[in-house]
């Protein structure tokens, strides 16, 4: 199973709503990492996991919380976002975060509006 | 600014046709990747090319990597309308996971 998922596909919210997306591998990944990319544009680094621990955190905003329950699984928490965090977010995995350079699979994403 | 910049930012040829693209960046890096994304979906990770390596092959895909010139390039052989994506390349300098993306370009492949 070389897939990552992500859900949901879609999800629009309110300035005061409180939403999750997650995400899943299944290849025995040890690296994950949410990225944020808007239209036309690179995909950004948010956050790096690393053996479930938060090795990276690119200066993201705290209503952006990152969680890794376990290997397999990687959550980004949203609360009170402006509409200018509406983007695609992007979920990674990758062998492992260190210098062997394995590349990274990604997620179909989830398209966020924020109203 | 971001570590990679990419040539053309758009790219139109026509099926059966070569696409090159360059990818230039900064500082010293362990490897360089290439990703490919179609519209609004995720990315891809088409090949990784190492500092110590020269050029790669991956069917239709070849990459070279000048270390001393600090730039890449992706040809796509004999092009087909499927390949119309926005192309990245990737650079990971060994900062623990931190791979910095390039601005792309968007390759339009004409049937």
């Known amino acids: 199973d070389t897939e990552v998922t992500q859900t949901p596909k879609h999800l629009v919210m309110g300035m005061t709503n409180k939403k999750s997306l997650k995400c899943e591998q299944h290849?025995?990944?040890?690296?994950m990492y949410w990225y944020k990319q808007k239209a036309k544009k690179p995909p950004e680094l948010m956050f790096v996991?690393?053996?479930?621990?938060?090795?990276i955190n690119e200066s993201v905003p705290s209503r952006f919380s990152p969680e890794c329950p376990n290997s397999s699984l990687l959550n980004l928490h949203l609360h009170a976002l402006q509409p200018e965090d509406s983007a695609l977010y992007l979920c990674?995995?990758?062998?492992?975060?260190?210098?062997?350079?394995?590349?990274?699979?990604f997620g179909p994403g989830t398209r966020l509006t924020v109203t | 600014s971001q570590q990679g910049e990419e040539d053309p930012q758009a790219l139109s040829i026509q099926e059966g046709e070569n696409a090159t693209m360059n990818c230039s960046y900064k500082?010293?890096?362990?490897?360089l990747q290439w990703y490919r994304q179609n519209s609004g979906r995720g990315l891809v990770h088409l090949i990784l090319?190492?500092?110590?390596?020269r050029e790669k092959h991956s069917g239709r895909l070849r990459v070279t990597l000048d270390t001393s010139k600090k730039s890449s390039s992706l040809l796509i052989t004999a092009s087909r309308a499927a390949d119309t994506a926005s192309y990245f390349c990737?650079?990971?300098?060994?900062?623990?996971?931190?791979?910095?993306f390039g601005d792309g370009t968007t390759l339009t492949v004409k049937p």
């Open positions: 290849m025995g990944h040890r690296a």
């Open positions: 996991y690393s053996y479930e621990k938060l090795s």
């Open positions: 090319i190492r500092s110590n390596e």
């Open positions: 990674a995995s990758s062998q492992d975060a260190g210098t062997s350079g394995s590349g990274q699979y």
């Open positions: 500082t010293s890096i362990n490897n």
């Open positions: 990737a650079t990971d300098a060994g900062n623990a996971g931190k791979s910095t």
